[in-house]
């Protein structure tokens, strides 16, 4: 259960989703409910001057978070902490691991299809941007479908799923406001998980040729070599050798493999996506 992957729970059990958010619910529920009983105070007053130099080093480790995800759905972390790591990253980034498993598991199915995929690029980055943040649950509700068919029973069973998540999400946001405070909550938590959420859709735009192309013919995996590039595979175990990612999935640092077909290929011109 705990080195399980969510999607494959999730193709097992047609409950599968409506309970894991359950589970997580009802968690941020007792949590709140013992911060209530025992009078819990913030963990931070605020708000403070130290905000400022924290707010960059937040942001980074909440991206990173995000990347450790997205490694952890394929299986690109020791296997006895995949999941927990997972489990746990979700949380801090509020979208919570299943979501992350099952959406980005369909975008590699679906890459770059306007209709299938999850989150579909545009040339536009903030038409991107808008159409990941309301197709996402509409992926999910197809998700479902498309494995346990598309009946006025399994509609029923979507709609109820996503209010359940849409109230674990709700007492997750009001456990780390509790925890953490109104201040530091409202002026640093929130804007760097937004901020992370933007660079995420960035990266997977740009990786999907969106810098370059102007139509949606242009728009497939590339890896990007540029120095900008370099140096963000440097400090994000290679996300921007994306080709090489939708290649071969289980590599934790694509940007690794890239180099070494590089040097024995130095003029292949699919690895040469500057931008």
Known sequence: MLTAHPIAQFRKNPRFYLMYDGFWFVVCAAVLLTFWLTGFTPLIDGPSWWFAPVFPVLLFCLIWAHLLIHNAT??????????????????????????????????????DDRVLDPHPNFPSFWKTVFHTIVHVEKQLFQQYYDVWGDTPENHGRERRRAWMSYGTNVVLLATWFWLLGPAFFVLVFIPCNALAGLFVIHFNWSTHNGEAGKTFEELHPVNLTGPWYRLGNKLFCGIYAHKMHHDRPTLFNPATALAAELAQHPADPSHQQAA
């Open 74 to 111: 394929h299986g690109s972390l020791p296997r006895a902490i995949n999941r927990i790591a997972g489990e746990l990253l979700g949380i801090l980034v509020i979208v919570r691991f299943a979501s992350w498993d099952i959406v980005h598991m369909r975008h590699h199915k679906y890459s």
